[in-house]
């Protein structure tokens, strides 16, 4: 269930060459703008006790990303959201990530 069209993001040796983590840390905030709809389809889905769906490793479609970019992502999502829970309760999700907690937790 990808947040955006897999052919829209660029290759690990395009993204290789970027100065700078600000425009991958970009490409993530849009990602979540743009992907909110199947976000709360992902948690929804990851809430039930149905078999999970198979996850698919494409590594030519796989954006390269270092730790600073993700670093820097998560500051500019906790700037933008305030945190992971206050953002599933902007999509309406917040009951399906602590129905994902009780099941991840020992007895759920």
Do not use: C, N
């Not at 269930?1 to 040796?13: D, G, I, N």
């Not at 809430?47 to 030519?60: H, L, N, P, S, W």
């Not at 206050?86 to 009780?102: C, H, K, L, P, T």
């Amino acid at each position: 269930m990808p947040l955006v069209a897999w052919e829209t993001l660029p290759t690990r040796s395009q993204s290789e060459g970027w100065r700078t983590p600000e425009p991958m840390i970009d490409a993530y905030r849009a990602m979540f703008a743009e992907g909110s709809e199947m976000i709360a389809a992902v948690l929804t889905l990851l809430a039930t006790d149905a078999g999970m769906a198979t996850i698919v490793k494409d590594e030519e479609s796989m954006v390269y990303t270092p730790p600073e970019v993700m670093l820097g992502f998560l500051d500019a999502f906790r700037g933008d959201h305030g945190s992971f829970d206050d953002f599933v309760e902007s999509i309406g999700r917040g009951a399906e990530v602590a129905r994902i907690r009780q099941l991840l937790t020992a007895g759920g």
